[in-house]
């Protein structure tokens, strides 16, 4: 990172995509394609309707998904990610990475740390 800690946009960042559901979402739509709100709805099955609309407008405000509502009858409304919202991969891809890397570490610290006692 360059500049200085101060200007550091991490915190931004995060608050973009942090949260339980938001990675889930992204993931989701990244790796599935667009989907309707009840089949988002049916791959989360913990989430609440509240929830998952919430999540969604706020992704939506952040151009990082786009809803798009087809005039029927019952409405149909579908999400996918922008083209935008598509620069996350890479990101995501190295947070998964270094998630299962965490993992192991943590088991292996698990190891240790009986040995020790």
Avoid at 78 to 99: F, N, V
Wanted: hydrophobic share 35%.
């Amino acid at each position: 990172m360059e500049g200085e800690v101060s200007q550091c946009r991490v915190e931004e960042a995060l608050g973009i995509v942090v949260g339980k559901w938001k990675p889930v979402i992204i993931l989701y739509l990244l790796h599935e394609g667009t989907k309707r709100f009840s089949e988002l709805k049916r791959s989360m099955p913990g989430i609440t309707q509240k929830m998952l609309t919430k999540q969604l407008r706020e992704l939506e405000e952040e151009d990082i998904i786009q809803r798009v509502v087809y005039p029927q009858v019952p409405p149909k409304v579908e999400y996918s990610m922008t083209d935008y919202g598509r620069t996350l991969s890479p990101i995501l891809e190295a947070m998964h990475e270094w998630g299962t890397h965490h993992v192991v570490h943590k088991q292996h610290m698990g190891i240790v740390e009986k040995q020790a006692k």
